[in-house]
């Protein structure tokens, strides 16, 4: 089997490639050898390559080989003639394609003719050949060859283009679902925090004259023993849902990641003091005794004093709500052998937590095996947050139900610095002769409050709107405005700049509000607030603020201070 390439020379019986090269193929099928170097000789000098075989097996391997753009064959050869050849190419979807010419030099038009135009022959030319039409048949099919490949190489070009431009339209379709998706999820969050705020704002309001109104009795040296026992109730289950919706407001900070803490060097012992004493109250009405066993050396840590007093706060009343009367509530605290951080172990003789609860017990609104107890679950959950928050971490235990809890913090510790030690301000100041201009639209929190502020020596007008209290300012020498942020016809924000402009002063300002996220606190603080008093708020802590504005020593805070 031999296919021998004219223009390179090729002796018979050496392999050629029809692909070789990007030139055009043709293939010359005839058994005379004399006949190929004519059929060479003819179209010696074209623009394509020649591809020479004598039999039938030979052309076939030539066709296997690579393309080509046309075949010239004779018909009478030994073997597999011609037509049969021919046959075979064209039920070969690879090369059915291939237009193919047949020499003959004998035509017999009833024959041979009508079986190579029924097989899918293209022309059909008997010898002698004539040169110029066999070139210009051969040139046409090269051409469409040519042309063919081309179009077959722009289509791959184009699908390669349209596979890029796909990925790239599906790449951005994604990433246009997800910036659309992060957007919704974004708008939902901030629809989710205006929701808080609001249903905060909402829950504090009613709950400010009520504080206020306790407090006002509980002043009063005639108030009977029995009275004071209510008013000790009420207000304790005042703060208890005040407590509930800081624990709220608390969650949406720590899940948008807005809750900051104030660091500072501190003793954690005299923060876990502060919370059993807060506690104490709690405890001793279920006559649940607390066992203080604080045998750490090593206690200076650096945290914000306030919320490490929370998480304390919070174990210590988880342990009290779920520990039956006469219970022991134990308080702990070791260190490491290198003292590089602290242990505080709160344990209780409680109801005791499931297995199976333990490593939920620190997800919100979960509450584990605690049947009747109030509460919205979400304690642990910010104690959790805040201990991360301070490079620390929390383990809850339990032997199971029954068996009490405990519950363990690990703070890292710090160097001791020394510092001169205080006791907390918690006496109120006197405030006689100080005016004030209060301004809130709840009338029962008005009305309260005036009555309070007028005891302690202060002079008070109230207005209930943005347009009263410009009005009243008109007529009125006031020393500190005290206003509610959200009113009727405005914000307080308004009414601070509204009356700075008309009086062409500084003005000193005490916002107080139902509003308490981080946010509201920083607009009341560019406002020109100097202080931010989250509602309810304790008459006490309203009074160190009026008497630091009286002072000159304010600062914005919220009523946390």
């Avoid at 890029?164 to 990433?175: H, I, M, S």
């Avoid at 690990?410 to 201009?437: C, G, I």
């Avoid at 005891?455 to 300012?473: F, M, P």
């Amino acid at each position: 089997m031999t296919d021998i390439d004219s223009k390179t020379g090729s002796d018979p019986g050496a392999s050629a490639d029809p692909s070789a090269g990007d030139r055009p193929v043709v293939l010359i099928v005839d058994d005379d050898p004399r006949n190929l170097l004519a059929m060479e000789s003819l179209l010696d000098g074209a623009d394509y390559s020649l591809i020479k075989a004598q039999t039938s097996d030979e052309a076939l391997l030539a066709l296997m080989r690579g393309e080509v753009a046309a075949i010239i064959l004779d018909v009478q050869m030994p073997g597999i003639n011609g037509i049969d050849l021919a046959r075979l190419i064209k039920q070969r979807k690879r090369t059915r394609h291939i237009p193919i010419v047949f020499l003959t030099a004998h035509y017999r038009e009833d024959e041979h003719a009508m079986m190579a135009y029924d097989i899918g022959a293209v022309d059909y030319l008997t010898k002698p050949i004539n040169p110029a039409v066999l070139r210009s048949k051969v040139g046409v099919f090269v051409d469409l060859f040519q042309k063919t490949r081309a179009l077959a190489a722009a289509n791959a070009r184009l699908e390669a283009q349209n596979i890029v431009l796909q990925r790239e339209a599906e790449e951005r379709g994604r990433r246009i679902q997800a910036e659309a998706a992060q957007a919704e999820a974004e708008a939902a969050n901030a629809a989710k925090d205006r929701f808080l705020a609001m249903l905060s704002h909402e829950l504090r309001t009613p709950l400010t004259p009520i504080v206020y109104a306790v407090d006002m009795l509980e002043r009063d040296e005639d108030c009977p023993a029995h009275i004071r026992e209510a008013l000790a109730t009420i207000q304790r289950n005042v703060w208890l849902e005040a407590r509930l919706i800081d624990d709220l407001l608390d969650l949406a900070r720590i899940r948008s990641g807005k809750l900051v803490l104030q660091l500072e060097p501190a003793d954690a012992h005299e923060v876990i003091r502060e919370a059993i004493k807060i506690g104490a109250d709690d405890a001793a009405r279920r006559r649940i005794r607390v066992v203080e066993d604080l045998s750490g050396t090593a206690t200076r840590v650096k945290a914000d004093p306030a919320r490490l007093q929370q998480v304390f706060w919070n174990l210590l009343a988880n342990a009290t709500k779920f520990t039956p009367e006469d219970g022991i509530i134990t308080v702990r605290t070791s260190n490491a052998e290198n003292e590089s951080s602290l242990l505080v172990e709160i344990r209780d003789t409680g109801i005791g937590i499931g297995a199976e609860k333990l490593e939920r017990i620190f997800d919100a609104f979960e509450q584990a095996e605690r049947t009747g107890s109030p509460g919205l679950g979400l304690g642990l959950a910010i104690c959790k947050a805040l201990v991360d928050l301070h490079g620390g971490s929390i383990e809850a235990r339990s032997d199971g139900l029954g068996y009490g809890a405990a519950f363990l913090v690990k703070l890292p510790t710090t160097l001791p610095v020394p510092t001169a030690k205080r006791s907390p301000d918690t006496t109120a100041p006197p405030l006689a002769m100080l005016r004030v201009l209060l301004v809130d639209d709840h009338q029962d929190t008005a009305d309260v409050l005036s009555r309070l502020l007028s005891r302690q020596g202060c002079e008070v007008r109230t207005a209930g709107s943005v347009a009263q209290a410009v009005e009243v300012a008109a007529n009125y020498e006031f020393d500190v405005l005290v206003s509610d942020i959200g009113l009727p016809d405005g914000r307080g924000t308004e009414l601070l700049d509204q009356l700075q402009n008309r009086l062409g002063r500084p003005i000193r300002a005490i916002a107080m509000s139902g509003f308490g996220m981080e946010d509201d606190i920083e607009r009341s603080r560019h406002a020109g607030f100097a202080e931010h008093l989250t509602k309810p708020v304790e008459f006490n802590a309203l009074q160190r603020a009026l008497a630091r504005l009286a002072d000159g020593n304010a600062i914005v805070r919220t009523s946390a201070e």
